[in-house]
């Protein structure tokens, strides 16, 4: 398996050709993302799906099925991944916060197993949300502390745009949601 570096530089070298949309697609998600943040039922009803769409969206665009295009963010606001997408938020929400009451660290490590969920059921639109938690803790093992030193990673760049009114996360986004997607395929590869 490949390192995050590796993973990191081919994501960089993926949209090389493509910030301007990327800017753009990240420019939209960020603004309706931000709108409904503060209401549950908003990010229920919009954020969950919104997201499931921005992770299919990458997901093709990663394998090269797919452009990106801001349409691509909405595409799970439709019959088959819709529901899904709220169940799959709602479940993994209420796992992660059962684990970490118990600490943070269970919850954190949790969360790493649980990450993968909505880009399985991208990938399996027949699946229920419980499956592809399942599946995603199934991927997982052997792979969270990788995940978790990526996922640091962003962490950091996002505390440090906030020094610059978060306008740098024009560009973090588009990358973190490019690296994650090869990190999926690459984990996908390694696992069957």
């Keep these: 398996m490949r390192t995050n570096q590796e993973i990191r530089q081919e994501a960089s070298a993926m949209l ?20 409904t943040s503060c ?6 009803f919009v954020y969950a799906p919104m997201m499931l769409g921005f992770i299919k969206m990458m997901l093709g665009y990663v ?3 797919e452009r990106m295009e801001v349409e691509g963010i909405f595409s799970a606001f439709n019959s088959t991944y819709y529901w899904k997408s709220m169940g799959l938020y709602l479940l993994q929400g209420i796992y992660t916060i059962l684990w970490t009451l118990l600490f943070i660290i269970p919850g954190i490590v949790k969360y790493c197993s649980y990450f993968f969920a909505p880009y399985i059921l991208a990938d399996n639109p027949t699946m ?9 803790m199934c991927l997982m093992e052997g792979h969270k502390m990788q995940l978790f030193m990526m996922l640091l990673g962003y962490v950091l760049l996002a505390m440090l745009s906030s020094l610059l009114l978060f306008i740098p996360m024009l560009w973090i986004i588009p990358y973190y949601q490019v690296t994650l ?10 696992s069957m």
């Design 16 to 35: 090389r050709d493509n910030w301007t949309t990327a800017v753009l697609v990240a420019l939209v998600f960020g603004v309706i993302a931000s709108f």
């Design 39 to 44: 209401s549950f039922p908003l990010v229920l």
């Design 63 to 65: 394998r090269g099925t």
């Design 128 to 136: 229920t949300a419980e499956e592809a938690i399942c599946r995603s």
């Design 181 to 190: 997607a090869k990190f999926y395929e690459e984990v996908k590869a390694t």
